[in-house]
């Protein structure tokens, strides 16, 4: 079972969402010709940190910048995922990940429950109450956004019910590069499936984000990683791995959570 995936990497215009969203209609037709599957980008590719702004930029789901996104996704023939600031239910504004099908339909949404303080995010942001596990062709797919990553309970919670991937996008900044590769390597190990992580480039409000972003395998294994510039990358994964793996490490039947309490 195999798919095709495209990291969108690239570097996000502060407060510009119309040029931000340029860029990923040049990046959505070239991956659509390079044969991608599933177009990833990073969180909050169209606005950046721009949160003192974020209630001007905030839609539903079914409009805004997230309908366009619908439109490129049917447009190209792609899937879709990245994370931009979204009208919440109660009026609240989430930093929330849309998977757009290539049918330009909604299949699943996350916003991030972990709210990042060193960057303001709880000041601008409501968090969000729910895990989200997606059913798609080629399974069960959990979504976390960046700082989700640091947090290990969600991804095993995914990996508890299935999942055989999980996607992390992110604006994981300078100088934390170590932790960035330390901790996808564990999530993808300890849970024994892919981690598919896209991370942005560029400064912003004078922080700089290195990219990095990457594809490990259930061994831990990268099957790619990108370089600090802006870029698109591709890459075939074959999701039998993961059974393979779990089959012969059986981790998950030699768990005994009855005793996981102090």
């Known amino acids: 079972m195999k798919l095709t995936i495209g990291l969108a990497q690239m570097d996000v215009l502060l407060g510009q969402p ?8 040049q990046l959505a037709a070239e991956a659509a010709a390079n044969g991608v599957e599933w177009l990833v980008l990073p969180e909050l590719w169209s606005t950046g940190y721009d949160l003192e702004r974020a209630d001007t930029y905030a839609t539903p789901i079914d409009s805004g910048i997230f309908a366009a996104v619908g439109q490129l996704a ?10 931009c600031l979204a009208r919440l ?16 339909d909604i299949l699943g949404q996350y916003s991030k429950i972990h709210l990042f303080q060193l960057m303001d995010e709880h000041h601008y942001l ?13 399974g069960k797919m959990g979504l976390t956004i960046c700082y989700d990553l640091r947090f290990p309970e969600q991804f095993r919670a995914y990996a508890l019910v299935g999942a055989n991937l999980i996607v992390v996008p992110a604006e994981w900044p300078q100088p934390r590069l170590a932790h960035w590769r330390t901790l996808l390597r564990a999530r993808a190990i300890e849970n024994q499936l892919y981690i598919v992580a896209c991370n942005r480039v560029g400064t912003s409000k004078e922080t700089t984000f290195f990219g990095h972003s990457t594809i490990i395998d259930p061994w831990g294994e990268t099957v790619l990683e990108a ?5 698109l990358l591709t890459a075939t994964i074959d999701l039998d791995l993961v059974t393979e793996v779990r089959n012969r490490i ?3 039947a030699d768990r005994r959570p009855l005793l996981y309490t102090v």
């Open 18 to 25: 119309e040029a931000n969203l340029a860029t990923v209609r």
């Open 74 to 83: 049917q447009q190209h023939g792609l899937y879709i995922l990245g994370s």
């Open 89 to 104: 239910p109660g009026n609240g504004v989430g930093n929330t990940a849309v998977l757009h099908t290539p049918a330009g």
């Open 126 to 138: 409501t968090a969000g109450e729910s895990l989200t596990v997606i059913e798609w062709p080629w």
């Open 227 to 231: 370089g600090e510039t802006a870029e």
């Open 250 to 252: 059986p981790v998950f």
